[in-house]
């Protein structure tokens, strides 16, 4: 019982170190959609103006999204409310997305402005890295990824940084994008259910296989956008893809 | 189970002696910072932006400029306008991007930098979509 009590205070006082470079300290994050999160997908209802009979806009009444939705995409940051639309909060205040580049890209946008590609965006600290910038990690090429219809991605070993994140702070601090699998999907590469070879959500455990590489030489960056394009073509091309599946297919 | 004051002052060492190695270890970082660090935006990374956030960023940059010697050198930042036409050059831009990582880093003048850094830091997390 003594025992227990002196372990459980060294326990509590212990606090977990960031991993040093070149060993990423990584977590994960996703883009919940509504319609696997709350089984449908919402659409809004649009609605006539009455501010001004000489008005003629139209404005779009939101939906009341489920309560786990609407508390995932707080924590997210952004989520999916259609196939076409992006739900986001700002200030409490729900902003819709829905311009061109939103309505072909069936994640979400990152802050590079590019459409966020499951296991290969990241999101890293802007101290150090511009957006787009290619990072490589050796250990990961070649390794097996499921996607969210089961079916496998086979990894590059490259990563591209689309994102920012308040929480994100450090050159080895990098966040993992899983696209709309959450910690818990049994098919989440990255999450508590993922190969130990894989897995991205523990930012403590300081293992080689993260160990990475910022590509800075033209010839690299070009091999590495080359491979990644191969990698997402491959999966599409085994009628599977890297985007989210419930989105596939479905049009409004 | 009985516990002595020998025992207590053993489990309070215990307890303590990892919080301390923790604060030292952040202490230690906050001596020698990282600066080996981004000080603007590529060219690449500006054309992501929208009008609004280019004249943000104009905006505050020569502002910042115009309060600091150091930050000073940066002729091409001094007025509003004549910046606005760097931000559309990619030569022009590329030039000036150089200057700035000759300035803030070669010459390491961080902490007026950090500033202008900032100003880039800022503006990517306020229009992030990810919290």
């Known amino acids: 019982m003594k025992n227990i009590f002196i372990i459980s205070i060294f326990l509590i006082s212990f606090e977990a170190q960031p991993c040093m470079v070149p060993i990423a300290s990584s977590t994960m994050y996703y883009t919940p959609s509504a319609l696997r999160v709350c089984n449908k997908w919402y659409y809004g209802k649009e609605v006539k103006s009455k501010k001004s009979k000489y008005d003629p806009v139209t404005y779009r009444a939101t939906d009341r999204v489920c309560a786990k939705f609407e508390s995932e995409v707080k924590m997210q940051g952004s989520g ?59 250990a990961l090429k070649g390794k097996k990824m499921k996607l969210p219809d089961g079916s496998l991605f086979t990894h590059p070993g490259y990563f591209r940084v689309d994102d920012v994140g308040g929480a994100i702070d450090g050159r080895n601090r990098f966040d993992f994008y899983s696209g709309n699998m959450d910690l818990y999907d049994a098919n989440n590469s990255f999450g508590y259910k993922g190969d130990k070879e894989t897995t991205m959500y523990d930012k403590s455990t300081c293992q080689d296989r993260k160990k990475y590489q910022i590509l800075s030489s033209k010839k690299d960056k070009e091999t590495a956008r080359i491979a990644i394009a191969a990698a997402i073509t491959a999966a599409t091309s085994k009628m599977s893809t890297i985007l989210p599946a419930p989105i596939r297919g479905l049009n409004r | 189970m009985k516990l002595n004051l020998k025992n207590w002052s053993v489990i309070l060492l215990l307890g303590c002696l990892p919080l301390s190695a923790a604060e030292k270890t952040k202490s230690k970082v906050k001596a020698v910072p990282d600066l080996d660090r981004v000080w603007t935006f590529s060219f690449e990374e500006l054309n992501m932006l929208d009008e609004n956030e280019k004249s943000e960023y104009a905006q505050s940059l020569v502002q910042a400029v115009s309060k600091n010697k150091v930050l000073g050198q940066f002729k091409e930042a001094t007025s509003e306008k004549d910046f606005k036409t760097i931000l559309v050059s990619e030569e022009k831009w590329t030039a000036f991007e150089k200057k700035m990582n000759q300035q803030c880093q070669d010459k390491k003048n961080y902490s007026d930098c950090d500033k202008v850094a900032r100003l880039r830091v800022d503006l990517l997390n306020k229009y992030s979509t990810r919290k």
């Open chain 1, 80 to 138: 999916r409310y259609n196939p076409k639309e992006i739900y986001t909060f700002k200030k409490d205040v729900v902003i819709m997305k829905n311009d061109d580049k939103t309505r072909n890209c069936p994640t979400t946008i990152g802050r590079s402005g590019e459409c966020m590609l499951t296991y290969i965006s990241v999101a890293a600290d802007a101290n150090y890295y511009h957006m787009g910038d290619l990072i490589s990690m050796p």
